[in-house]
């Protein structure tokens, strides 16, 4: 089965500090991988996305996640976060850029 | 270049009821996509259209059905209203070519409380 996750429901990080977000998946096939935020009452920002290449993708707002095949996973990474970061994150897989399917999400809360 | 807009952004409706939701998709784009995001889950795919016919759809009931427009716009109809379909309904556009699907873009979404 075609499933996302994210082990983490909340994060709690002090404002400078470093960033990883975990994710793993299980897809049948080659998989598009994506990380999206979400800030409270709005849709859904595209950060990053891998589906070949370099395994080290660098997205958005200064963020980046790297894919481990033999892991099944794809982290999402920020080496200094700032208080603006505090939002929702999701790690997706999909067959290409659509149809996506979402984990059920990683609130990040950021310590002044 | 305008992005996705959904309407209305809130909405309460009783059980039993039926909602339509809008969805006008970004300029340029011919896809649209709808998920559900229930309070503390990740979205989850409801269908895709394009050009004008449903193309894939997820795991949800036939009283979920959709529209698409020839401006490429998109339709949500849920019937039969259940509490359980109390939730942040989210569209997507994208531009479809025949090697795949391009510039995915969330409009903000419809809060649909049912009571």
């Given at each position: 089965a075609q499933s996302?996750?994210?082990?983490?429901?909340?994060?709690?990080?002090?404002?400078?500090?470093?960033?990883?977000?975990?994710c793993n998946y299980s897809y049948g096939a080659t998989p598009y991988l994506?990380?999206?935020?979400?800030s409270p009452g709005q849709g859904l920002q595209l950060l990053?996305?891998?589906?070949s290449g370099d395994t080290l993708v660098q997205g958005i707002k200064g963020f980046e996640a790297e894919f481990k095949r033999s892991q099944s996973s794809f982290n999402l990474r920020k080496p200094s976060v700032h208080w603006?970061?505090?939002?929702?994150?999701f790690c997706a897989v999909g067959p290409r850029d659509d149809k996506i399917i979402f984990g059920k999400g990683t609130r990040l809360h950021i310590l002044p | 270049e305008t992005g996705v807009t959904q309407s209305p952004t809130h909405?309460?409706?009783?059980?039993?009821q039926q909602v339509t939701l809008r969805c006008s998709s970004?300029?340029?784009?011919?896809?649209?996509?709808?998920?559900?995001q229930a309070l503390g889950q990740g979205p989850q795919f409801i269908f895709q259209y394009y050009r004008e016919e449903e193309n894939g759809r997820g795991n949800f009931p036939p009283r979920f059905s959709g529209l698409q427009f020839p401006n490429y716009s998109s339709e949500l109809n849920?019937?039969?209203?259940?509490?359980?379909?109390s939730a942040l309904y989210l569209c997507a556009s994208s531009w479809a070519s025949g090697?795949?699907?391009?510039?995915?873009?969330?409009g903000s979404g419809t809060r649909l409380t049912v009571v």
């Open positions: 996302v996750t994210q082990p983490d429901i909340h994060i709690t990080v002090s404002e400078g500090a470093s960033l990883e977000l975990r994506f990380w999206y935020v979400q990053l996305k891998y589906f603006s970061d505090a939002a929702e994150y | 909405l309460i409706k009783t059980r039993g970004q300029s340029g784009h011919n896809t649209v996509s709808w998920y559900q849920v019937n039969a209203l259940e509490l359980d379909d090697t795949g699907n391009y510039g995915y873009t969330f």
